[in-house]
């Protein structure tokens, strides 16, 4: 199974830095993980928290998260 290294500079005050590795069958699979653990306490847990966190993810002129395969 795909290993990725995922980090995430949090949309707070401190800009605090999260990153993980994960294993999954996918990128939107081990994203959805990330946020669960380590995002979903600055947006809400939901899918529409989640579509903003990817949004904010994948933003291209601001982008907070990187990903990358393992």
Do not use: C, W
């Amino acid at each position: 199974m795909p290993r990725y290294a995922i980090a995430f500079i949090a949309p707070a005050q401190t800009a605090q830095l999260r990153h993980k590795i994960l294993e999954g069958e996918s990128k939107d699979v081990v994203l959805r993980s990330f946020f669960n653990d380590e995002a979903s306490e600055f947006y809400s847990n939901d899918e529409q928290g989640f579509h903003y966190f990817k949004e904010d993810f994948y933003d291209e002129n601001s982008s907070s998260g990187s990903i990358l395969e393992i």
